[in-house]
């Protein structure tokens, strides 16, 4: 390669797929890691010390293939970027193949493996990404089949979850946590919900190991709201009836008879960020309301009829369940978003399933 004194900026991921990385990185004779950061984290040099035709035509080269470049003379320098991990929640089960295949796509990753991402908790696809990644990622995804979340993992808040079965190291977990003054909003098996980067980092950093806790970005995280009843003295039937309604899209005239039959779903699938909001309406409207985390639930399936066996037994190899099983049964436990998938797929194929509680799994 002829030295120079040019460099070649990737100014943004534009249309093209974060997969040319392996074609440029062979190209260029550089390693594939520091081309997909280019490309990923851009605006960020590509590769310096060029002499200017070369490096006109490897713009040209770039830009067909749907990358933003440019020249830059001399040194070049560039503010850090802010960089984003990213998490889809699948909205759609049933659009969840044509979704993994377009993960695969842009991530150049097979779809098996894009699907793995979409349902192993909490949805994470992409790490440290700048914001052009983000937008080609959401350009390219079919509409509606996703909700994208990206955070800034430097300025996110997160939630420590208890995993283990120690009660000596849940102890010392807590027992540190009080001292940082930082466990005052337990709840069962979530220890903390609002630690900074610093903070997560320096509990994995000594309880990590344990393999005991999880520490995660609560952006990404999912939760139902629950309606337990009505609570006394607070709201009237035309405020509670108004914000069920509005918030969960209950028919007003059939208020009075779903309060009959509490507790039940509101709303699931929903953001923290969308979360505290929604809580207080719903209680200043004299609803009693709680929500539990989703995003780590482990669920069931229950197959209770059939109308085609064949199409049953089709459906359930596909999915990995063994094709042998005949209604009713119950699957094994599965994360909250593979259950959503799987339920999908089998009414697809003519079944009747409904969510059930997780013996094991």
């Not at 074609?23 to 594939?32: K, Y």
């Not at 190899?317 to 799987?342: D, H, K």
Request: hydrophobic fraction near 50%; charged fraction near 20%; include cysteine.
């Amino acid at each position: 390669m002829q030295a120079g004194n040019c460099s070649v900026v990737v100014t943004s991921i534009g249309n093209a797929k974060p997969r040319i990385a392996v074609a440029v990185a062979h190209g260029l004779g550089i390693p594939i890691d520091k081309a997909l950061q280019a490309i990923y984290r851009a605006p960020s040099v590509l590769v310096g010390g060029m002499a200017a035709p070369l490096a006109e035509r490897l713009c040209t080269l770039l830009a067909k293939a749907g990358l933003g470049a440019e020249i830059a003379i001399g040194e070049v320098a560039f503010e850090p970027a802010e960089l984003f991990d990213v998490a889809l929640h699948i909205r759609e089960p049933g659009s969840a193949y044509a979704l993994a295949e377009a993960v695969a796509d842009f991530c150049a990753c097979d779809t098996a493996r894009a699907l793995t991402l979409l349902t192993t908790p909490p949805g994470v696809v992409l790490g440290t990404v700048s914001a052009s990644t983000v937008d080609a990622l959401r350009r390219h995804l079919p509409e509606g089949a996703a909700d994208l979340v990206a955070s800034n993992p430097l300025s996110a808040r997160y939630v420590l979850i208890y995993s283990g079965d120690s009660r000596t190291v849940r102890a010392q977990l807590q027992d540190m946590l009080a001292a940082r003054g930082l466990g005052g909003q337990s709840a069962g098996d979530v220890l903390a919900t609002d630690l900074d980067h610093a903070e997560g980092q320096h509990v994995w950093a000594t309880f990590g190991r344990t393999g005991s806790i999880r520490i995660v970005n609560r952006d990404f995280l999912r939760f139902e709201i629950w309606l337990d009843g009505v609570t006394e003295g607070i709201g009237t039937p035309a405020t509670r009836a108004a914000a069920l309604e509005t918030l969960a899209g209950i028919p007003a005239a059939s208020v009075a008879q779903l309060l009959g039959r509490t507790p039940f779903v509101l709303e699931d699938g929903i953001g923290h960020a969308a979360l505290e909001e929604s809580m207080r309406r719903y209680s200043e409207a004299g609803l009693g309301v709680r929500a539990e985390l989703t995003t780590f639930q482990s669920v069931a399936l229950e197959v209770v009829a059939a109308r085609d066996g064949e199409q049953l037994a089709s459906a359930l190899q596909r999915l990995g369940l063994g094709a042998g099983l005949r209604p009713p049964f119950v699957t094994g436990g599965m994360p909250e978003a593979r259950a959503r998938i799987v339920r999908a797929v089998l009414e697809a194929a003519g079944a009747e399933a409904y969510f059930a509680e997780a013996a094991y799994g």
